[in-house]
């Protein structure tokens, strides 16, 4: 049980680390909290005994263990209030009512990303969990058309599409082949089928049949794909805890290309925001991840955010929080 004192010693080490990212001295500590400096000193020892501290080799001063990280965000983070700037950013995209609900959050994460030089992740539902119900196709001018892919799910996606001399006739009977072939398969299965059922006898009922069946093959491989998205991948070189770790920066970055690794992180089926620091993460001993879920009628995934151990946790819990609300609103 920490006292008062050390309370407001290992906040306002945390918080200055952060800002500075360099080892915290007593001096500094003394004239935020006025005291002297002997006093933060033992304050300083006595948090480093209980694992909240750390020394450096390269100083006297000292920086936060992953224990304090955790003990900070548990007990002693103060939300820090979005400012007008960031928030209108993120209202742009928010009310913006010719976007999909996929283009929203891909955008809004965009925007995150670049606010904080964090590299930003969603993950979707997985697509085995949704059947095809049908697509509908739908012209837009001569060559251009927009492909809708509806679950039984009710999720809707819409992918544009050109194909050249192909007439609209042979779009539809396409349409009709795959409706009546594969309507009820798992999105994740539907590629499969499109090459062992499809592929074969689609020269029959249609002459532009290899340009037509590219198109839908790469329709729904991209919609599946959509499972994991990964904004602002090279922000995590911007952190001075990666930018001159060769090794460290080829292991963050295998671990972000492993989309198994990064599902993980939604499976405690927990709806709140949570905080994974360091070893935690599965990612990096430097690194922190903080997520939450969203549900949006029948959408719903995981948006997260991942950057350095040393993380704006207060800035970054309420983007979270207010993105997750304007999501579900």
Known sequence: MLTDRQNKVLKLIVERYIKEAKPVGSKAISKALKCSSATIRNEMAALEDAGLLEKTHTSSGRIPS????????DNLME????????????QIVFRNQQLALSDVITKSLQVISDITNYTTVVLGSTSHENLL????????????????IVTDKGHVEHKNIKLHDVSLDEVKKTVSLINNLISGTP???????????IKPIIGNYVKQHEQLYNAFYHVFNDFTKQEVNIVGRNKILEQPEFSSNITKIKNVFNKLEDGKLLREITEDGDNNIRVYIGNESNIDSDVTVIKTTFKNGNDEGTIAIIGPKRMEYDRVVSMLEYMKENIER
């Not at 992953?66 to 965000?73: D, P, S």
Request: zero cysteines.
């Open 66 to 73: 992953e224990t304090g990280y955790r003990y900070y965000v």
């Open 79 to 90: 939300l820090k209030k979005m400012n007008a700037e960031d928030m209108l950013k993120l």
């Open 133 to 148: 119900k049908q697509i509908e196709v739908v012209p837009i001018d001569e060559v251009s058309m927009i492909v809708i």
């Open 187 to 197: 999105i994740d299965e539907i590629n499969t089928k499109l090459e062992y059922e």
